[in-house]
């Protein structure tokens, strides 16, 4: 084939694809325009309609229920957890050293006030008794020897006193002869001198006259001597009072030792400190225990006392001695009075159903309230007492503690589900009437305090008001209400209006 044979073919298959090429696109735009031209269509056709008339749906009104607010005494109350304990608890402790002989009592058994309950073996004390008895006669005896030797002596003193007495009298007789011998002398001596009388005269009269002095020196000698004789009567009476004071120490000493094994003997008897329950043996017969060592405890159950941790915002309300509390009410809570009434209760026992039975309430009082709080939880100690009937409940057993601190005379309560909680706070919903109508109101309430299901409020609503207490959901403020019932009561004449109205539920 020549070059321009082929030249010729090449150009007419590049030229064919292009014609295919341009009636694609003329299909699509061809396509497109239809399509765009229907839309047109329709959009024109459908606004060149009369649209049909809506159909308004009935207005909705919501079944509720109200309750009228009522001004009633309220109290505020405590509700804590308290742990029993016994009124009066002791352990029984020995007194002295010694072998636990025997228990004379039972476990669990009811003791009276006084009674032993234990003895401790006393073979050595009741020997060492025995030894004093001994020492206590001996010491008697002794006694009654002394006192013989007293009155002996005594015999002797009076003895030598009399024998002195008369010694004295025989003094004065001897210088009454020595006078009289002195003057016979003095009247012989110048007439012998005078050779009246003679010399023999003379001697006679100087040997009467010495022979009187001789007897005065004796009669001074023998009084020394009984002078001696009475100081030496002396000397024994007071030995004799000695001997026998140490004889009657000996014999109180005795005495003395004797009362002190006695009451060694009697603490070897372990008492009950009160009447109550003995509760269980912590040593059994045979062993040796020391002074001080428990041997077991007693528990008086007739009345218990409940203790209970209060937080220290309430504790000053519960002291019945605070003075200024009332000041302080009367100022900062007017109207409020202080009411101080306690509770222990013992919760029933649960049902298979759900709830519980109806527990054991037993009134109390406020036995002691702490001057200081517990330093690990700062909670102060008060303690209720009260009577345990039958000794039913016993000590370590956990119940609850319901203590009436303040009374509101006329407070304003009102249900716990009434009460929505808001971002602004708490609010409650009231039907207020008009024009033959009802309509929610909302009003904002401040609770004071909460009692089961009631909650006590300060302000929002007031006595008289129609409260909303079921069928509050989704109700706005000022949207009509269609009230059901009121005051737990079907509200007479009252139909259900609108076709989406709610039956009344919380």
């Known amino acids: 084939m020549s ?4 030249e010729r073919k090449s150009d007419n298959v590049a030229a064919a694809p292009s014609a295919g090429a341009r009636r694609l696109r003329y299909v699509t735009w061809g396509s497109t325009g239809t399509v765009l031209a229907l839309t047109i269509a329709c959009i024109v056709i459908a606004a060149s309609r009369t649209p049909p008339a809506l159909v308004q749906a009935p207005p ?16 505020a109350t405590l509700v804590l957890p308290a742990r029993i304990e016994a009124d009066r608890s002791a352990a029984i402790n020995a007194e002295a050293t010694g072998r636990l002989q025997e228990w004379l009592v039972k476990e669990g058994e009811t003791v009276e006030a006084g009674r032993t309950v234990a003895v401790l073996n006393t073979d050595q004390l009741k020997a060492q008794l025995g030894q004093m008895r001994a020492k206590r006669l001996s010491a008697e005896k002794s006694v009654a020897v002394y006192e013989q030797q007293l009155a002996l ?10 024998e002195a007495s008369a010694l004295e009298i025989d003094l004065s007789a001897a210088r009454s002869d020595l006078a009289v011998a002195e003057k016979e002398y003095e009247r012989i001596k110048p007439l012998a001198e005078s050779e009246v009388l003679t010399a023999t005269d003379l001697d006679v ?11 005065v020196k004796k009669v001074v000698e023998a009084i020394d001597r009984a002078g001696v004789s009475v100081q030496s009567a002396r000397v024994s009476i007071m030995q004799s009072e000695a001997a026998l004071d140490l004889g009657k120490a000996q014999v109180d000493e005795a005495d003395e030792g ?3 094994i006695a009451v060694a003997l009697a603490k070897c008897e372990l008492k009950a400190p009160f009447a109550g329950r003995f509760e269980k043996y912590l040593v059994k017969p045979g062993e040796v225990v020391t002074a001080g060592q428990p041997l077991g405890r007693m528990y008086d159950l007739t009345h218990l006392r409940a203790r209970v941790d209060v937080a220290d915002r309430y504790v000053a309300f519960l002291d019945p001695g605070s003075a200024a509390l009332e000041s302080y009410l009367a100022l900062a809570m007017p ?23 109806e527990g054991l309430k037993l009134d109390a009082v406020i036995e002691n309230v702490a001057h200081a709080s517990d330093a690990a939880s700062n909670t102060f100690h008060v303690e209720l007492r009260f009577e345990n009937p039958g000794e039913a409940l016993k000590e370590g057993m956990i119940v609850q503690a319901r203590i009436d ?7 304003i309560t009102i249900p716990l589900k009434a009460i929505q909680v808001a971002d602004v706070g708490p609010r409650v919903l009231v039907a207020e009437r008009r024009d033959g109508k009802d309509f929610a109101a909302v009003r904002d309430v401040e609770p004071v305090a909460i009692k089961g299901e009631s909650v006590l409020v300060s302000r929002g609503v007031a006595a008289g008001d129609r409260l909303i207490v079921a069928g509050m959901k989704g109700v706005i403020h000022g949207e009509e209400v269609n009230v059901v019932m009121e005051d ?15 039956a009344a539920a919380p």
């Open 3 to 6: 070059d321009g044979a082929q």
């Open 60 to 75: 909705r009104v919501a079944n509720v229920e109200v309750q009228r607010v009522v001004a009633e005494p309220f109290d």
């Open 153 to 162: 002596a005594r015999v002797a003193l009076e003895h030598a006193q009399k």
């Open 205 to 215: 009269a100087a040997n009467a006259l010495t022979q009187r002095q001789l007897a």
């Open 258 to 260: 004797m009362k002190g």
């Open 335 to 357: 109207g409020v009075e202080r009411h101080i009434k306690a509770a222990v209760i013992l919760p029933g026992l649960p049902k298979l159903t759900g709830g519980a039975y």
């Open 405 to 411: 601190y303040l009374r509101y005379p006329d407070a």
């Open 488 to 502: 737990g009561a079907l509200a007479g004449g009252a139909p259900e209006r609108g076709a989406a109205g709610n």
